[in-house]
């Protein structure tokens, strides 16, 4: 078997990661309102009881933070974190 073959799958395998990690990004995005993470629980009353409203009907709730916010700044402190073990271990 000769080693060129294994070009293509490496193209399968990035060409899917990609796409479900975008349509992962997208589900999590639109979701924002039902997927989000909190160390307290609270209901529908107490999130609609803290409505700040400004001028031209921009409204702010108090909301937990959603899944896909934490998920990025987790992702980020990981890949720095990995960046720069590994510039200090090859020299870079």
Known sequence: MPPYDWLHFENFLLMMGLGLALAAAILLARGSDLFSFSFRR???????????????????????????????????????????????WYGL
Request: proline share 4%.
């Open 42 to 88: 609270q209901t529908e009353q107490q999130l609609e009881d803290t409505l700040h409203e400004f001028g031209g009907e921009v409204k702010e709730y108090n909301r937990p933070v959603p899944l896909l916010i934490w998920l990025v700044f987790v992702g980020y402190l990981v890949w720095a974190t990995g960046y720069v073990i590994y510039c200090g």
